[in-house]
């Protein structure tokens, strides 16, 4: 599968303020991972820190909080990781989970899909 960005709206924790990220789908990272500058600028407050492996191989510890995304008129609270200041901002499994998104490779987008109950 190839890799592709959108644009996501992150807020902060009380979902008044968003700013529009454009982001990596990586469906393999369970969480997003944003800028930790971002993060704080919006006031996200770690609440905890998660041993990650890296996509270069190595594990770090990073902090972990959570705040509000929108994806077109939906909003949630997702878990987002503080990332490195230089790294780009990634889409992980949970909020798109979340958000009840698929990868449509072939179109390189993000579509809807019909949520289970099971």
Known sequence: MGTFFVDVE???????EYIVVNALVDTSSTHT???????RQLGV?????????LA???R???PVGQTMMRWEEEEF?????FGSDGAPALLGAT???AFALVVDSEMERLVRAEA???
Do not use: F, K
């Open 56 to 58: 270069n191989g190595e």
């Open 95 to 97: 909020s798109l989970q």
């Open 33 to 39: 991972s944003l800028p930790e500058g971002l993060l």
């Open 116 to 118: 289970q109950p099971w």
């Open 60 to 62: 770090e510890r990073r």
């Open 45 to 53: 407050q770690p609440r905890a820190e998660r041993l990650l492996w």
């Open 10 to 16: 992150i807020g902060d924790p009380q979902g008044a």
């Open 77 to 81: 609270m997702v878990p987002v990781i």
